[in-house]
């Protein structure tokens, strides 16, 4: 995977193998982005990485110039990657490990961004608990957006919440927004 845009624009990250991910490709990831950037001044938001696996949308983000990053996965392979790939790009990304739907009923801190890449093997019921936990909780700003990734095979537009999706190859992007 290459970084798009940017500060480090053509750096490629290169995860280990090991890791259980599954990263966004370059294309899937620039065309989020050319949207993202019509709607947002980068360095203006903050930013939460659910599902963060190999931390590719962060340092997506953080190239841009966001400095308020926060990646959360339950894999501590993944949280040390991005920890390490942060560190020697000197990107401020922060990291918790923990499972995604703890941190989110747990935490109390509003994002302008909320990315989630879940796994595509999820049953409609764990996608569905994402954008309830979400706005439940009260964590998106007024103007904030909720994404998550999926297969295009998986349909979340009966989903509370749900304003548009975007295709991209394999790859699908639905919008959620505060009504």
């Known amino acids: 995977m290459r970084i798009v845009s940017g500060k480090h624009k053509g750096r490629r990250v290169t995860a280990p193998k090991q890791l259980p991910v599954r990263p966004t490709t370059d294309m899937a990831k620039e065309a989020l982005f050319n949207i993202l950037n019509n709607l ?12 963060s696996g190999t931390g590719n949308i962060s340092y997506e983000f953080a190239s841009r ?16 990657f991005i920890n390490h790939t942060s560190e020697s790009f000197e990107m401020p990304i922060k990291t918790i490990k923990s499972d995604v739907y703890k941190f989110l009923e747990k935490s109390k801190q509003k994002h302008d961004i909320i990315f989630a890449d879940p796994p595509y093997g999820f049953e409609i019921e764990e996608f569905s608990k994402i ?10 700003n007024d103007d904030g957006l909720l994404i998550v990734e999926h297969s295009k095979h998986t349909k979340l537009d009966e989903l509370e919440c749900f304003s548009h999706s975007k295709s991209y190859g394999g790859n699908m992007f639905s919008f959620f927004t505060k009504h």
Do not use: H, M, R
């Open 131 to 140: 954008p309830q936990l979400v706005f439940e909780n009260d964590l998106l």
């Open 65 to 80: 110039g966001t400095e308020n990053i926060l990646a959360v996965d339950a894999n501590y392979g993944c949280i040390k």
């Open 40 to 51: 947002y001044y980068f360095d203006d938001i903050s930013v939460l990485d659910l599902f």
